[in-house]
């Protein structure tokens, strides 16, 4: 199993511009988690998905973020325009379930500059 | 959400056990127990979870005190692949999100 995968791992962009982050989540895994890191405010939940559908979005910090997961195998967190202050890294995580005695699966991230 | 307190950081020798604590007076009956650590640019790694008996898996052992205030993750053998962040984190059956202190610092030398 290769995991959760992410790309791109860097991402460098100028104010302004769209930024596309990807995902692709264990296969067989229902959940899909979207986390930002900062050292401002730690690990932070964005969006979750289950059986490809948004369940909560209340983490998502602006309309300017957008998220979808057009199959089980695929998602996408979308920032238009990008701001200097979305400098982060972006933690995709996968699970079979949400119940409490199980964990989750993290992907290695991505990190946007945004300048 | 129940809160964790955790060290900042911790130093521990190559080849020596390491005890990481974690106090946690205000866990309810039903929150799980659950730890994950982060390796140097790495997204967290599950590590062990558990809700009242010790547990045991091939990364590391879980000590939780009976009163459940408090716990500890063990590593048996510490290595320089070790060094990470470690998080202590409380989990209800009605919560999805996990809420991420600001985690231990773990320092191994060789």
């Known amino acids: 199993d290769a995991g959760v995968i992410q790309s791109p791992r860097h991402e460098v962009t100028e104010m302004g511009q769209e930024v596309t982050l990807r995902c692709k989540p264990i296969s067989g895994h229902d959940y899909l988690f979207w986390y930002r890191q900062t050292m401002m405010r730690g690990l932070e939940l964005l969006i979750y998905f289950n059986n490809n559908v948004p369940i909560d979005d209340s983490g998502m910090p602006e309309d300017r973020f957008s998220a979808k997961m057009p199959n089980a195998s695929f998602s996408t967190l979308k920032i238009q325009p990008s701001e200097p202050r979305d400098s982060a890294v972006y933690f995709c995580?996968?699970?079979?379930?949400?119940?409490?005695?199980?964990?989750?699966?993290f992907g290695s991230g991505t990190r946007l500059t945004v300048v | 959400d129940a809160k964790t307190t955790q060290p900042n950081s911790m130093e521990s020798n190559e080849e020596e056990p390491v005890h990481l604590p974690c106090n946690h007076s205000t866990i309810s009956g039903t929150d799980y127990i659950h730890w994950y650590r982060q390796l140097p640019s790495q997204g967290p790694e599950y590590v062990i979870h558990g809700l009242t008996s010790n547990v045991n898996n091939r990364m590391a052992s879980l000590a939780i005190a009976e009163d459940r205030k408090s716990s500890t993750l063990i590593l048996h053998r510490a290595t320089l692949r070790d060094a990470a962040v470690y998080y202590c984190i409380l989990r209800d059956e009605g919560t999805y999100k996990y809420i991420f202190g600001t985690g231990t610092r773990l320092k191994v030398l060789a």
């Open positions: 995580a996968s699970s079979p379930r949400t119940a409490a005695n199980y964990g989750y699966t």
